[in-house]
């Protein structure tokens, strides 16, 4: 009897661990600072120091292949520019929030030079994630890509991260316990172009400019996010 009770606590005690998770790091994500903060699981997506495009590649599947991209965007708007998120969290405790940055058609003409502003297509869709070493790394759709039926991205290695995990780390990428040091948040320039601008969809145009004014393709400072919106037919 002692013996079957030894083994029944043994075995709540390891369920209990398989059941403990990494406590959420949300530095720097649109959940920082909320009274009641979410996230969405993402068990496939490394560490985010590493692979920063697992947790843009989880939002880019979860807005096109899961909520739809006409469940973010709403039916009547106003302006060019449309801009949501979502914070996806890995089993490290990690957390990113991917940035979906909507570029609309030219604004509706009414006649006698009067226009309106509303949304009148889809010219462009830039999904783009901030790094913890403040890097943004950004992948940019375009009107044809986006009326095909693009494929999910890869996410991973595609193989889930066992739970609960060896160590839970910091947004990072250090371990959280034993941490001594307060990590500095990353900065993003007031001025610049970022690394990685997509190229005109037929490969001209002019360079972006800041503040997303002129040319194919423009840089926009969307919350602590620089992004590139590249549109066509303006």
């Given at each position: 009897m002692r013996g079957v009770m030894l083994f029944l606590l043994t075995s709540m005690s390891v369920a209990r661990a398989a059941?403990?998770?990494c406590v959420p790091d949300y530095r720097w994500t649109e959940q920082e600072g909320k009274q009641n903060p979410e996230h969405k699981h993402c068990s496939q997506c490394r560490d985010l120091d590493e692979h920063p495009e697992d947790f843009r590649n989880a939002f880019f599947n979860h807005v096109i292949h899961e909520a739809?991209?006409?469940?973010?965007?709403?039916?009547?708007?106003?302006?060019?520019?449309?801009?949501?998120?979502?914070?996806?969290?890995?089993?490290?405790?990690?957390?990113?929030?991917?940035?979906?940055?909507?570029?609309?058609?030219?604004?509706l003409s009414v006649g006698g030079g009067i226009s309106i502003p509303v949304h009148t297509g889809i010219s462009s869709a830039t999904f783009s994630v901030l790094a913890a070493d403040g890097d943004t790394h950004a992948a940019t759709y375009y009107e044809g890509q986006l009326s095909e039926s693009l494929s999910p991205?890869?996410?991973?290695?595609?193989?889930a991260v066992p739970t609960p995990v060896?160590?839970?780390?910091d947004n990072l990428g250090d371990p959280?316990?034993?941490r001594t040091d307060a990590p500095v948040p990353p900065q993003i320039p007031d001025a610049g172009v970022p690394p990685g601008v997509p190229p005109a969809p037929d490969g001209s145009g002019d360079p972006p400019s800041g503040g997303g004014g002129g040319g194919t393709c423009g840089w926009y400072v969307v919350g602590s996010e620089v992004?590139?919106?590249?549109?066509i037919g303006v």
């Amino acid at each position: 009897m002692r013996g079957v009770m030894l083994f029944l606590l043994t075995s709540m005690s390891v369920a209990r661990a398989a059941g403990a998770a990494c406590v959420p790091d949300y530095r720097w994500t649109e959940q920082e600072g909320k009274q009641n903060p979410e996230h969405k699981h993402c068990s496939q997506c490394r560490d985010l120091d590493e692979h920063p495009e697992d947790f843009r590649n989880a939002f880019f599947n979860h807005v096109i292949h899961e909520a739809g991209l006409s469940s973010v965007i709403p039916v009547l708007g106003l302006g060019d520019l449309f801009t949501t998120g979502e914070t996806f969290c890995n089993a490290h405790g990690q957390c990113a929030t991917g940035t979906l940055v909507v570029q609309f058609e030219p604004a509706l003409s009414v006649g006698g030079g009067i226009s309106i502003p509303v949304h009148t297509g889809i010219s462009s869709a830039t999904f783009s994630v901030l790094a913890a070493d403040g890097d943004t790394h950004a992948a940019t759709y375009y009107e044809g890509q986006l009326s095909e039926s693009l494929s999910p991205l890869p996410v991973g290695t595609g193989q889930a991260v066992p739970t609960p995990v060896d160590v839970c780390l910091d947004n990072l990428g250090d371990p959280v316990d034993g941490r001594t040091d307060a990590p500095v948040p990353p900065q993003i320039p007031d001025a610049g172009v970022p690394p990685g601008v997509p190229p005109a969809p037929d490969g001209s145009g002019d360079p972006p400019s800041g503040g997303g004014g002129g040319g194919t393709c423009g840089w926009y400072v969307v919350g602590s996010e620089v992004v590139v919106v590249c549109s066509i037919g303006v």
